[in-house]
Structures are given as structure tokens and as C-alpha cells.
């Protein structure tokens, strides 16, 4: 599934993961989503100082719409943290 056609899933379930206030409230960028399992990474501006993005592993359920964190927010100080680690839960799913 698409990112474009899970985001429309997700509204259609009454959820506002994607919506653009969502977003903007916490400055959301969506990275790497894996069409295939729903695995994807997103960053935040960590808000502690000056901007500083951290990265949160995430996977959209193709089945119920919903969203699920699978690292603790803002777990990773890097992309690069962030890939590899999405690399192993690619592995594991």
C-alpha cells in the first residue's frame, strides 16, 4: 500500500495522524516508507533549544488504519540511526 493510499485510510477511520495540524503541531517529516509492511520513519523537531530533528521508527497497520510507534519517540539523533534500524524490523516482520 501506498503512503498516500494509507494516509486515506487512516482519515477514513476517523483518525488524524496525517492531517496537516497533526503536522504542523509537531513539525512532522515522513522518511522511507516501506510500501510492502508499513514500516516508515518520521522526525520531529525535538524542541530543546535550537531545532534540533530526531527520528521515530513507526508502522501503519494496512488492516486497521491505525498508526504504531515501534521505537520510543524520538529514539534515533540520526536518519542514518533511524534506517538501520528500520533495515532490522524489515528483517523481523
Same mark, same amino acid.
Given at each position: 500500500?501506498?503512503?498516500?493510499? =494509507?494516509?486515506?485510510?487512516?482519515?477514513?477511520? *476517523?483518525?488524524?495522524? =496525517?492531517?496537516? *495540524?497533526?503536522?504542523? &503541531?509537531? #513539525?512532522?517529516?515522513?522518511? #522511507? =516508507?516501506?510500501?510492502?509492511? %508499513?514500516? &516508515?520513519?518520521?522526525?520531529?523537531? @525535538?524542541?530543546? *533549544?535550537? @531545532?534540533?530533528?530526531?527520528?521515530?521508527?513507526?508502522?501503519?497497520? &494496512?488492516?486497521? %488504519?491505525?498508526?504504531?510507534?515501534? @521505537?520510543?519517540?524520538?529514539? &534515533? #539523533?540520526?536518519?542514518?540511526?533511524?534506517?538501520?534500524?528500520? %533495515?532490522?524490523?524489515?528483517?523481523?516482520?
Amino acid at each position: 500500500m501506498s503512503l498516500e493510499e =494509507f494516509k486515506k485510510l487512516n482519515k477514513e477511520i *476517523g483518525n488524524h495522524w =496525517f492531517s496537516v *495540524g497533526a503536522m504542523h &503541531f509537531f #513539525d512532522s517529516k515522513i522518511h #522511507d =516508507f516501506d510500501e510492502d509492511t %508499513g514500516v &516508515f520513519i518520521t522526525s520531529e523537531d @525535538s524542541h530543546i *533549544g535550537a @531545532s534540533v530533528r530526531k527520528f521515530t521508527l513507526r508502522h501503519a497497520d &494496512f488492516q486497521t %488504519g491505525r498508526v504504531k510507534t515501534l @521505537s520510543v519517540f524520538q529514539e &534515533f #539523533d540520526s536518519l542514518r540511526c533511524a534506517r538501520a534500524e528500520m %533495515g532490522r524490523k524489515l528483517v523481523v516482520l
